[in-house]
Each structure stands twice: as C-alpha cells, then as structure tokens.
C-alpha cells in the first residue's frame, strides 16, 4: 500500500497537467531538498512542491516552430535590448537551420528572454535553479546520487570535452529516475533565477550583509564544496546577462502542478 501511495503522489504533477502534455514532460515529486547552494541564514532544506519538467531540452525545430508563429523571436526581429548579436546566429536565416543547427539537436544561442517566451507560449515557465537542481540529483536508478563519487567523475568528464563540437541530438542519454534526460553532458540550461546565483568559495565573504543587500537577498555559499560541477555551472550562469548566449546554453520547460 505505501509503494502504491508512493506511485500515485509521483503521478499527481502530470496528472494535474493533462493529458495533452504528460509525453513530454516528466513529474517530480517534490520534497525537502539539500541543495549544494545555500542562503547564509538557512538551516533546513528548501521545500520544493511538485512540478513537471521537461523530459529532454527544447530543440532546433521546436524552436524554429516558434519563431515561425511568434516573428518578433526571428533574429533578424528581435530587438537588441532582448537579444545580443549572437542570437541563432548559426542558424543558416533566420527561419531556417541549416548544417550547423540540425532539428534534433538542442537549441543553443538564445538568450534568456527568448527561452522564457518560448516557454509562456507552451502555458510554462523556465525552472527555478533548485528545481533544476533536484531534478539533475538524480542518476538512472537513485533520485539523489550526489554523494557518489563515480557519478560526480562521470559529470565532470563532459567539463572536460572541447566546447567546439557539433552537439549529439536531444534524448540519446538514458533517462534519469525521474524519466527526465540530457541534465549534464549535453548543454548548459537556462534557469528562470540565474541572476540571483552569486556564490562564493571564501568564507571570510559569508558574513558580508552588504552583499545580500546590493544582490537582493541572493548572495549564496556552496553548502557542499566537493560538488565542482555545480560550481562550475552557477558560476557560468551568475556571469551572465539576460540577452546573453552562448554556442552551448540551451533550455527546458517546466510546469506546476495544479
């Protein structure tokens, strides 16, 4: 009977979606969550509520469908203040791919204005950095594998690989316990909260008041430092702005369960 309670409070986020979308996305339970980033007054874990997340990252063709349907996205359209001059600038025109953006592969070269569009076009939102987190915990078996070393040296290896290679299609990686793909090894994701990402490895800084004030409330520390990899990808997303991209910097859909 607990394992069939169990199994049902995993559904409820998809169920409460639709059936229109349950393909596409996977539901997470929620919960009290451990995150490797910390505010410098909290104590317990951060309580997450149930959400849905996109299986796999938004591709090419996903997003040319919505540049088609949305032109002021196009990025020959799109005004500067929304979108730097590398916006799908790999694309062959601007709604066209081309050799260089192939459909299955992930979006890449989008600002975050332009990921948060595509996203309330779909009635969703771009995850919170936690969510995003929690969700990425997990390996193929266990929904939190932090702690294990062999899982995080097999993370780590992806920082390893040269950045100039054509990227793989979405959905080759086997899915996660949640059913969820493509958290590492494939490309960097947006979050609906990056700017609020400030961290610091110095622990003389932890006590600073004027930085929560200029940052607003934002200013973080790494709860569990032997965890690089998250390191390494809050200090990628915390340097950016939002009509930033980058070659590899792409991004997923998540909904709330009602």
Not at 12 to 19: E, H, Q
Not at 60 to 85: C, G, I, K, T, Y
Request: glycine share 6%.
């Amino acid at each position: 009977m607990r394992r069939l309670f169990a199994a049902l409070m995993f559904a409820l986020p998809i169920a409460a979606l639709g059936v229109g979308v349950a393909g596409r996305y996977a539901g997470l339970p929620g919960g009290v969550f451990e995150s490797a980033l910390r505010y410098e007054d909290q104590r317990a874990g951060t309580r997450i509520a149930p959400f849905a997340l996109m299986r796999r990252p938004v591709t090419n063709a996903e997003f040319l469908a919505f540049v088609e349907s949305h032109p002021q996205w196009r990025r020959d359209q799109v005004p500067e203040v929304l979108a730097e001059a590398r916006y799908l600038a790999h694309w062959r025109s601007a709604t066209e791919l081309g050799p260089k953006a192939l459909p299955e592969q992930p979006v890449t070269a989008v600002s975050w204005f332009a990921a948060n569009a595509y996203c309330e076009s779909l009635g969703a939102r771009l995850p919170t950095w936690t969510e995003w987190e929690y969700a990425a915990a997990a390996d193929e078996t266990r929904r939190d594998a932090r702690k294990d070393p062999a899982w995080r040296e097999r993370i780590l290896a992806w920082y390893s690989k040269p950045s100039n290679q054509a990227l793989p299609r979405a959905g080759l990686q086997a899915p996660n316990a949640y059913g969820v793909q493509d958290l590492h090894g494939l490309v960097w994701e947006w979050t609906d909260d990056f700017s609020s990402l400030l961290i610091s490895a110095d622990n003389r800084n932890q006590g600073d008041a004027d930085r929560t004030k200029f940052c607003g409330a934002g200013a973080l520390s790494m709860a569990d430092r032997e965890n690089y990899a998250v390191l390494m990808r809050v200090a990628m997303l915390s340097s950016l702005e939002a009509r930033d991209t980058t070659a590899n910097l792409g991004f997923r859909c998540a909904r709330s369960a009602r």
